[in-house]
């Protein structure tokens, strides 16, 4: 993101947002396999508690912080968009040298999941 106005910076949000649904949305039907069906509650409990779902913790955590900085009067506007973007560019990167245990989960879901290649696709656009 080469400058943070607030319409470039809802773009990347809105996109963020996508790609952690789809994320979330590929992990439940993991979870599923296996615990069988969970209603929206049960797995919300499971996304908040279980160790299994940390992973998604640092995009979530982005997302905050982008929230945070759309926010009317934050003296971070400028700033913390910028930081956001480059560490995103970093989780999403695609290499083995990423953060390891995001890394690993994304590069899994992303090879299955041709949702997944969009949404990632509709993030980097958005990083400009």
């Not at 990347?12 to 590929?26: F, K, P, Q, S, V």
């Not at 209603?39 to 945070?68: H, N, T």
């Not at 480059?86 to 994304?106: I, N, P």
């Amino acid at each position: 993101m080469t400058t943070a106005t607030p319409e470039r910076c809802a773009a990347l949000r809105t996109a963020l947002l996508g790609l952690h649904r789809h994320l979330i949305e590929l992990e439940r039907r993991e979870y599923e396999k296996l615990h069988g069906r969970q209603s929206a509650g049960e797995f919300l409990q499971v996304m908040a508690y279980a160790e299994s779902m940390r992973w998604l913790e640092p995009l979530s955590r982005l997302i905050v912080m982008l929230d945070e900085a759309l926010e009317p009067g934050n003296a971070d506007a400028t700033e913390a968009p910028q930081v956001v973007a480059g560490r995103v560019r970093e989780m999403l990167k695609l290499e083995a040298s990423a953060e390891a245990d995001f890394s690993s989960h994304y590069q899994r879901h992303f090879h299955t999941s041709p949702e997944l290649a969009m949404a990632h696709a509709a993030v980097i656009r958005a990083l400009g």
